[in-house]
């Protein structure tokens, strides 16, 4: 049995497409702030979230530009997340050996 298309369509299904896209660029930002020690929500929730309003909308060209900006957004957070990571890494293992240099060392008993 064929399902006929049920999502809404013409100036309706755009001004949905348009408030949804319009809080979602707001929100998404605020949310990959960092203000916190790390995201409000991960962005594996903002994909998902773009995913649903393009599943759920016939968009127009300037919403899928819309859309893709925003992915664009969570590629660029990722990539700095994995960065300041890795910079943490490389200054803890950079100071790992500082540490063990100021430890006193106890003689082995025999």
């Known amino acids: 049995m064929d399902h006929p298309d049920t999502r809404p369509q013409g100036a309706f299904s755009a001004l949905l497409a348009d408030q949804d896209l319009t809080h979602l660029e707001l929100v998404l930002a605020r949310s990959l702030e960092c203000d916190f020690g790390g995201p409000i929500l991960p962005p594996g929730y903002w994909r998902e979230r ?30 700095a997340e994995r960065q300041r990571d890795e910079e943490r890494s490389r200054a803890a293992n950079a100071a790992a050996p500082i540490a063990d240099a100021g430890r006193v060392r106890k003689p082995r008993s025999a």
């Open 50 to 79: 773009l995913a649903e309003v393009t599943r759920a909308s016939h968009l127009s060209h300037t919403q899928i530009q819309t859309v893709h900006r925003l992915y664009l957004r969570i590629d660029a957070f990722e990539t």
